[in-house]
């Protein structure tokens, strides 16, 4: 029998299945494209290389082109999000905390899962393995390759950690200097540059090391290739959470939902795009939001603290 209450129920029934695609029309109307910003954590070739099939996968999902934009530097990432030019970024977990600390709506979505099962990594301090150098202590008046200001692993973990175990990193070493990237400052310590290079190790199979070894980049000076183990860790740090991929904040919630859906989905989705962003390293997606970062964010106000004083 069809009484009062059941035709308002179907009407309201109604009202939403044709509200919800007018939804979807109209941020697709406001945001025709999407753009995908990326840290230069390798050179520029192998990043699109990397994140190319990604940004396939997604603009598929979502239903609008996303395409891919392969930042300068990662301060460069934070301004286009703060200027609303980036819509999805693919951070270190320090320029993350540092878009965050410095006023950019922007929140986090997954980060990811390593072969060893942990959502993080550890920054470390590599030498040659045939260079003399033991212990951090060795490499007083010795020449770092840092890799970014804003980077965790190639900046602010070994400024912050060294702090703690009782060295300055300035004071320490004779000449720091920003390489650019994780593999530059790799490539500046086997080309001699530096006595020693910041950077990031994920597990005992997945460094930038054996990522760069992977490819063939990482040349004896007699032209044969080396490998991992022509290089010692001197230093690591404590574990730190891997960076994000973040969304802005002022995005409309169908949309956020859609990218919060589809990066969950992708490494089974889409395997062959979630294992090339690691050289099929990584095993899966993790969930993550702002309090884990806090440590991060901490980490660089005790670092920004040290530097007004010095």
């Known amino acids: 029998m069809l009484t009062r209450r059941t035709l308002a129920g179907a009407a309201a029934a109604a009202f939403a299945c ?3 695609p007018a939804l979807a029309q109209d941020w697709k109307a406001k945001y025709p494209e999407l753009t995908l910003g990326v840290i230069p ?3 520029a070739s192998g990043t699109v290389d990397r994140y190319t099939p990604l940004t396939a996968y997604l603009t598929k999902e979502i239903g609008v082109p996303v395409k891919l934009r392969v930042a300068n530097d990662y301060a460069a990432v934070i301004e286009g999000q703060r200027a609303g030019n980036i819509h999805i970024a693919f951070y270190g977990p320090a320029s993350f905390a540092r878009a965050v ?5 922007t929140e986090p979505v997954v980060n990811q899962k390593h072969d060893n099962g942990a959502s993080g990594y550890y920054s470390v301090i590599y030498v040659r393995a045939d260079s003399p150098y033991q212990k951090i202590e060795d490499l007083k008046g010795k020449n770092l390759a840092l890799v970014d200001p804003n980077s965790t692993s190639g900046n602010q973990a070994p400024r912050f950690f060294l702090q703690k175990a009782g060295h300055d990193v300035d004071k320490l070493f004779g000449k720091t200097f920003y390489a650019g990237s994780h593999e530059n400052a790799v490539l500046a310590l086997v080309q001699g540059t530096a006595d020693a290079a910041a950077n990031l190790w994920n597990s005992e199979t997945d460094t ?3 990522r760069m070894v992977t490819k063939g ?3 004896k000076p007699d032209g044969s ?6 290089f010692r860790v001197i230093f690591r740090s404590d574990f730190l959470p891997e960076g994000p991929f973040a969304m802005l904040s002022a995005l409309p ?10 990066l969950t989905a992708m490494p089974k989705k889409d395997k062959a795009a979630f294992d090339r962003l690691s050289d099929g390293k990584d095993l899966d997606f993790t969930p993550v939001t702002l309090k884990d970062y806090q440590p991060i964010i901490e980490m660089l106000r005790y670092n920004d603290e040290q530097r007004k004083r010095s």
């Open 18 to 20: 044709l509200a919800a």
């Open 41 to 43: 954590a390798e050179n």
């Open 101 to 105: 600390m410095t006023g950019v709506k």
């Open 208 to 210: 930038a090391v054996t």
């Open 217 to 219: 980049m990482l040349k």
């Open 225 to 230: 290739p080396m490998a991992q183990s022509d």
């Open 253 to 262: 919630d169908d949309l956020k939902q859609a990218i919060r859906t589809a």
